[in-house]
């Protein structure tokens, strides 16, 4: 399984040592990767983990103010970067092509992309999630080949259940899993959305899924250890 960690824009430089020197001691037989915020990359260790970044440019380089490349990141020992993270999409104004350009970027740089996808309450309501999950698979793949397009881990977050401790239930999940696999038949899916030690009882119930993208959860680390343990193969 994969367990890839979110810190998003939490810890100053202290309390990422302190966190890091933790990180370093979880247990786990799990692909373990942290995505810390950009500015504390360089402090991370990555003995007992991958390391990843939250976000890369959609431009290879050159005269962008405030952008990291995935080249960059890949120097500073990055195998994977999150793209297309909700909170992006709503702040910065991602658009499925911008997610399309940095899947490019990152496998240029070697770097495994782990694209999010989900939709709002409203549109699960709406019944339309459907349509906005393919649209979001079909444009940030387009032009791959499909060698690429396998390397693409998919992080399933319905953006109602990020950060609020509502979590869709098990048949909800298959359904998405089964609808994305029809896509992508032989890619990575994570789920992601307050998931933690308390519910991985029911989420180990789920037909597919292949790991888990953890925003509140990564900076509890003790909490992390007992949801780690509890995983089912
Ligand atoms: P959460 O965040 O686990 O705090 O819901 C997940 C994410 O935003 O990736």
Redesign the pocket.
């Known amino acids: 399984m994969i367990i890839?960690l979110?810190n998003?824009s939490h810890l100053d430089k202290e309390e990422f040592e302190k966190y890091n020197e933790e990180l370093e001691t979880i247990n786990t037989r799990h692909t373990l990767i942290l995505c810390p915020s950009t500015i504390n990359i360089p402090l991370a260790t990555h003995k007992n983990y991958y390391l990843g970044a939250q976000n890369i440019s959609k431009f290879k380089e050159g005269a962008h103010t405030g952008e990291v490349t995935a080249t960059q990141a890949y120097t500073y020992d990055c195998k994977y970067t999150?793209i297309g993270?909700?909170?992006r999409r709503e702040e910065q104004h991602e658009s499925n092509e911008d997610t399309n350009e940095k899947i490019k970027r990152s496998l240029d740089a070697n770097l495994t992309p782990i694209l999010?996808i989900g939709e709002t309450k409203e549109e699960r309501e709406e019944n339309r999630y459907k349509e906005v999950l393919s649209k979001e698979l079909t444009i940030a793949t387009r032009d791959l080949t499909e060698t690429d397009k396998e390397k693409v881990i998919i992080?399933y977050?319905p953006i109602w259940?990020?950060?609020?401790g509502i979590i869709p239930n098990n048949n909800q999940i298959d359904e998405v899993f089964s609808f994305i696999k029809e896509f992508l038949p032989n890619n990575k899916i994570l789920y992601?959305?307050?998931?933690?030690e308390e519910n991985i009882d029911e989420l180990n119930n789920c037909k597919y899924i292949d790991g888990y993208?953890?925003?509140?959860?990564?900076l509890k680390l003790e909490n992390l250890q007992v949801f780690i343990d509890k995983i089912k193969d």
């Open positions: 890839a979110n998003k999150i993270h909700s909170e999010c992080a977050e259940s990020i950060g609020t992601g959305g307050s998931a933690n993208l953890l925003g509140g959860l990564s």
